[in-house]
């Protein structure tokens, strides 16, 4: 049986693709698709629930895409009422300021979301518009401000770094202006430029190096001299983490179902990796389709350490075993190395302070040779 696995729920819809978003999302048809594509939804977990010899109970959901605040609460009801949830389980939904005009916020807290991620990534209207947003600032204000009217306490807000043209002083006053709403959470992050994607064909102009690193270096000062936390490299909280990525990133189980959803789950002895077909007309045509792999041990060693080290305290060795199946010794040399460079700690699976700031180069050490 899974202990204590995720849920991640994929609707690809969008209004409008970002040129910076290598997400799957597509631009949204019509209210049929939508209601297709919430029964399509309901019948791939049916298969999949049959397809486990105890069924799970999930932790946390999460609804992500595209757009999940184009759907209707009545969608969120129907999926959630289904699905087996431990008490007291986190479910969030990702909502997009400029899909929310008309949101039922209140629809939403009463179908059993209980967290927000509102995608605001800048509060310059200027940057909005270069990122290909729909949305204003004065739209995310308004967008929180409704949220937390309809009752909603554990609120994320998305906020990116590096944009184009960005100086420091934006990219604070960025910060300054999420930081004002007091939201629970804020991921910031920085903006990379990903393969197939519009930026990619047309690359905008970035900052240069040294202004990134004032905007990073200022930026997580002031988160913490703000309350905000950093438990992994671009999550920060005022009270608790998101369970969901903690789960994501302590490398436990979860399940994804949905157009392009991925899951990795451990059972009979193995890791399997799950993939569903990106475009929607397939993923109707056939809920019950996924491709299973299965993780080789050097992809499970280097994926479990790219995952756990982001996290600021990682976790205990014994993590290492009960997530992969294999034992300690099979990383204890390449670590060993790492303790005597002074990069990762001896007495925990965490980086130092000073290897938080080599991360790539730490995870480096344990590619398949």
Known sequence: MLDKPGLYVHLPWCVRKCPYCDFNSHPLQDETSRTAYT???????????AGFSERPRFSSVFFGGGTPSLFQPESFAALLEVLPLQVGAEITLEANPGATEHADFAGYLD???????I???SFNNTSLQ??????TAEEIRNTYHAAVA???ENINVDLMWGLPKQTLDAALFDLESTISLCPAHISWYQLTIEPRTEFARRPPVLPLEEVLTDIETSGLAHLEASGYKRYEVSAF???KPCA?????WRFGDYVGIGAGAHGKVRLDSET?????????????NDPSKQLVTTVTEADLKLEFMLNVLRLKDGVEFETFQSTTGLSWDRVARDWQSLVEAGFVRSDRCATTEFGYRYLDSVVGEFMPR
């Open 272 to 284: 399997h990796r799950t993939e569903n077909p990106r475009q929607p007309r397939l993923y109707l």
């Open 130 to 135: 270069h990122l290909g947003r729909i949305h």
């Open 39 to 49: 029964g399509a939804l309901l019948q791939e977990w049916a298969c999949r629930a």
């Open 244 to 248: 969901h990525n903690l789960n994501y």
């Open 237 to 239: 909280s005022r009270s």
């Open 150 to 152: 309809a009752g909603f």
């Open 119 to 121: 995608g605001a990534q």
């Open 111 to 117: 179908a059993g979301i209980n967290r927000l991620s």
